[in-house]
């Protein structure tokens, strides 16, 4: 059974401010439910994440700005840098890890500039809500084996639907001619090759 990281809950002292933070950064309002004084729920999702972030009043016995942590991941650190900047973020500059692993805690070991190879997974920056709730941003371009998820399958046109199946029947034909028969479960061919090359264009493999 598959178990999926779905929200991260934020402990804020002002939930208007954080919610108006939040958005201005480009995060999706999902919602903003009240059921009374004493309890309101605000979700907002990072674009392109499948999970989502929810602070409120009543949601959480944390101290506010008492979150330590949690990492975005881009494919373009430098990209990044900018857009959050642009959005109203105090963001730190790029930076690495001295022993080239993951970063530690706080500012301990940064060395600043992106991982000198840009490698994926080495290079960082980090910046705080206005509770002061850390973010770390992550970039990463290409996935280690065995860490691709397979996410929905989707594409931006009609267009892009008929090139890809364009793809899959030439290298259909290709199976068949090595398989040396017609292949009667073509339709499962089909949709397997259009979803691994869906998923690895997503990923970057």
């Not at 729920?41 to 972030?53: D, F, H, R």
């Not at 944390?62 to 900018?82: C, Q, W």
């Not at 899959?168 to 017609?182: D, T, V």
Request: proline share 6%.
């Amino acid at each position: 059974m598959d178990t999926k990281l779905e929200i991260v809950v934020l402990p804020v002292s002002d939930v208007d401010r954080a919610k108006n933070f939040y958005r201005a950064l480009g995060w999706r309002e999902d919602a903003d439910v009240a059921t009374g004084p004493d309890f309101r729920v605000v979700q907002l999702t990072p674009p392109g994440s499948a999970c989502s972030i929810i602070f409120g009043t009543g949601v959480s016995s944390a101290a506010p700005g008492s979150a330590d942590g949690p990492h975005l991941v881009v494919t373009d650190i430098e990209v990044a840098r900018a857009e959050l900047a642009s959005r109203g973020a105090q963001v730190s500059d790029v930076f690495h890890d001295a022993g080239g692993v993951f970063h530690h805690a706080g500012a301990t070991a940064r060395v600043t500039g992106p991982d000198p190879d840009r490698q994926s997974y080495g290079s960082w920056l980090s910046f705080a809500d206005p509770d002061g709730n850390s973010w770390f941003v992550q970039e990463v371009t290409t996935r280690a084996p065995d860490r691709v998820t397979p996410g929905p399958v989707a594409y931006a046109s009609a267009t892009a639907l008929a090139g890809a199946m364009r793809r899959a029947a030439a290298a259909h034909g290709k199976y068949e001619e090595q398989l040396g028969r017609y292949d009667t479960d073509w339709p499962d061919w089909y949709a397997q090759y259009m979803a691994d090359e869906s998923n690895a264009q997503a990923t970057g493999e």
